[in-house]
């Protein structure tokens, strides 16, 4: 059974660089952003070249995406002053990028933290 709503159906038919946009938008408004994370610690993709920490605008989105391949993941909320101020530089620090709202065929933004964080501020 899927926690997806007719309304997040919609957003993951939208194409991948109007939801990144989406995302910085409501980040720079203040909202917050949503991973998945377990007992471990947060999803990290590895896509070989990058390892990639998937996020998403909304909790609905980010439990939908990972209930039929991450099942042991719970979504985790991350606050925007959190994200701009603590993990992005860590993140940059640690080499790994941002998958801005994959839709359920994972296809999305791939973004450098370093890239990221400075899209937000333009």
Not at 8 to 18: A, G, H, L, N
Not at 50 to 62: G, N, Q, R, S, Y
Request: aromatic share 10%; hydrophobic share 40%; net charge negative.
């Amino acid at each position: 059974m899927s926690n997806t709503t007719p309304l997040d159906e919609t957003f993951y038919r939208i194409p991948s660089s109007e939801r990144y946009d989406h995302v910085l938008n409501l980040v720079k408004k203040g909202a917050s952003v949503w991973t998945l994370a377990d007992v471990e610690g947060c999803l990290i993709i590895d896509l070989g070249s990058d390892k990639v920490l998937p996020i998403w605008p909304v909790e609905t989105l980010a439990s939908a995406w990972g209930e039929k391949d991450y099942p042991g993941f719970n979504s985790l909320e991350i606050n925007a002053t959190d994200w701009v101020e603590k993990w992005l530089p860590g993140m940059q620090g640690d080499g790994f990028s941002v998958g801005v709202a994959p839709n359920l065929a994972g296809e999305c933004i791939v973004s450098s933290a370093e890239e990221h964080a400075a899209d937000l501020k333009n």
